[in-house]
């Protein structure tokens, strides 16, 4: 069974302060790694996607990938009330059966940022 | 205007009752999905089907149904043998070949 797992939260931060996110998985196996973010009753919304080790930065969020450890960050600078919503780690990795590919969604970390 | 669209957004069912819950996009994407979401969790794989007239089941694949007939168009029936079907339905899509998978809007539905 893959697993995806990340702090449930609440993350409350003071708007302007850096927003760190955390994700790990399971699968050794894995190739992609995506963050969306889920405002309230809405659908996920892609923020990032990552591929190789390292940092990869658009605007003012920053994603981090370390294979070798299994785990996947996304940093949120000058954070802004707006950005107040639901951040879904998701995973994609190899369906066993066939050369079908699954993402693998963690539940998610509710984050806050203060006015 | 490009996306994937579903309907209703909201759907009330009573039990017993099978129900069809519509996705159709125009991005010209290949692969299709279905996941549900309940409160406070992740999304779960239903099925997701990558070509007209083939589909495969995901996690949690009981007590739904699915068809592809047109590459556009993806529905899912809940059937009555869905124990507890009140849940949060996404639909997505993605260009077969790349990895990047986007959402429509949802439909909730609710078992009276």
């Known amino acids: 069974q893959k697993e995806v797992e990340q702090n449930s939260g609440p993350l409350s931060v003071p708007e302007g302060a850096i927003a760190s996110l955390n994700c790990t998985y399971s699968d050794r196996g894995s190739q992609s790694f995506f963050w969306y973010r889920q405002y309230s009753g809405k659908s996920p919304e892609l923020i990032m996607s990552?591929?190789?080790?390292g940092d990869k930065e658009d605007g003012r969020f920053t994603a981090q990938l370390n294979k070798a450890s299994q785990y996947v960050s996304l940093l949120i600078r000058d954070s802004q009330p707006s950005d107040s919503a639901t951040y879904l780690c998701?995973?994609?990795?190899?369906?066993?059966?066939?050369?079908?590919?699954?993402?693998?969604f963690g539940s998610g970390t509710q984050l806050t940022v203060l006015p | 205007d490009g996306g994937i669209t579903q309907s209703p957004k909201y759907l009330f069912r009573k039990e017993g009752q099978n129900v069809t819950l519509s996705c159709e996009q125009n991005?010209?994407?290949?692969?299709m999905y279905w996941y549900r979401q309940d409160p406070g969790q992740g999304l779960r794989l239903i099925y997701y089907?990558?070509?007209?007239?083939?589909?495969q089941k995901g996690d949690i694949a009981e007590g739904y149904s699915v068809s592809r007939e047109k590459k556009e168009s993806f529905p899912l029936t809940v059937t009555s043998a869905q124990k507890n079907p009140t849940a949060f339905y996404l639909c997505a899509s993605s260009q077969w070949g790349t990895d990047t998978q986007y959402f429509g809007p949802g439909t909730r539905l609710t078992v009276l």
């Open positions: 990552i591929y190789s080790n």
């Open positions: 089907s990558q070509i007209v007239n083939d589909f």
């Open positions: 998701a995973v994609l990795s190899l369906i066993s059966s066939g050369s079908a590919r699954q993402l693998t």
């Open positions: 991005l010209n994407h290949d692969a």
